[in-house]
């Protein structure tokens, strides 16, 4: 059963970084995008990053680029994104996700796999 399980977030100040880990199991991690979303109470989960399966293209949200850098380690079975210079307004649940195709990462729904997400909280 393929399986992906996010960890490292926490709450952190406004202005620091947070990195997250996203790891994979139960099939062939480097048969997979990777996407990266973040969801908050009564809103719809929100595209931030992308990663294609050998880790050579990358996308990024409006919200996040420039301050973000999404990467992977098929090797681990393990995806990662780092957000820096956070603020309050990125609180919210993190979820890594997978798909077999690059065609339009930034789509929720054409994600067939998710975590269980991480909270991030970010105080001000």
């Known amino acids: 059963q393929v399986r992906m399980v996010e960890s490292g977030g926490g709450t952190v100040q406004a202005g620091d970084s947070l990195s997250l880990s996203c790891r994979f199991s139960?099939?062939?991690?480097?048969?997979?995008?990777v996407g990266w979303f973040r969801q908050t109470p009564g809103k719809e989960r929100e595209f931030l990053a992308a990663?294609?399966?050998?880790?050579?293209?990358?996308v990024y949200a409006d919200s996040v680029k420039g301050r973000s850098v999404n990467s992977r380690d098929n090797g681990k079975n393990t995806a990662f994104l780092q957000v820096d210079n956070l603020k309050p307004e990125d609180t919210a649940v993190y979820y890594c996700?997978?798909?077999?195709?690059?065609?339009?990462?930034?789509?929720?729904?054409?994600?067939?796999?998710w975590g269980q997400g991480t909270q991030v909280t970010v105080s001000s």
């Open positions: 139960g099939g062939a991690f480097g048969a997979y995008t």
């Open positions: 996700a997978a798909r077999s195709s690059w065609l339009n990462p930034e789509v929720v729904e054409n994600y067939d796999i």
């Open positions: 990663i294609s399966r050998s880790g050579a293209g990358t």
